[in-house]
């Protein structure tokens, strides 16, 4: 089974900067694996995705040009890097590995939410 663990979350200004990582076991890294992030009281949403072969990546419209996601197989680590935030960004983000995420053909991060994934890391962005 694929296992997740994240961390880096933490509390930032507007403006700020943070780098996430998920540490992930058990996985073959065959397809896609990304982030995705969630509010309380708000529904799932896409960060960003890419396919473990050939770094593919797509990311949610609310966080383009400011996140860029990037793996280091080798260290069996995914990471997140975001700039420039804002507090709309504060929410509980988690890592997952395909089926639970993928890129669909628009473009696009979509969560399915079929498995299981990590705790998460809490982004709190705030004056």
């Known amino acids: 089974q694929v296992r997740m663990v994240e961390s880096g979350g933490g509390s930032v200004q507007p403006g700020g900067s943070l780098t996430l990582s998920c540490s992930v076991s058990?996985?073959?890294?065959?397809?896609?694996w990304g982030w995705f992030r969630q509010a309380p009281g708000k529904e799932r949403e896409g960060v960003a995705v890419?396919?473990?072969?050939?770094?593919?990546?797509c990311y949610g419209d609310s966080v383009k040009g400011r996140v860029t996601i990037s793996q280091d197989k080798a260290k069996n680590t995914l990471y997140l890097q975001m700039n420039s935030l804002k507090p709309e960004d504060t929410a509980m983000y988690y890592c997952?590995?395909?089926?639970?995420?993928?890129?669909?053909?628009?473009?696009?991060?979509?969560?399915?939410?079929?498995?299981?994934w990590g705790q998460g890391t809490q982004v709190t962005v705030s004056s």
């Open positions: 997952a590995a395909d089926p639970d995420i993928t890129c669909t053909y628009g473009g696009s991060p979509l969560v399915l939410g079929r498995g299981s």
């Open positions: 058990g996985y073959s890294y065959t397809h896609y």
């Open positions: 890419i396919n473990a072969p050939d770094g593919t990546t």
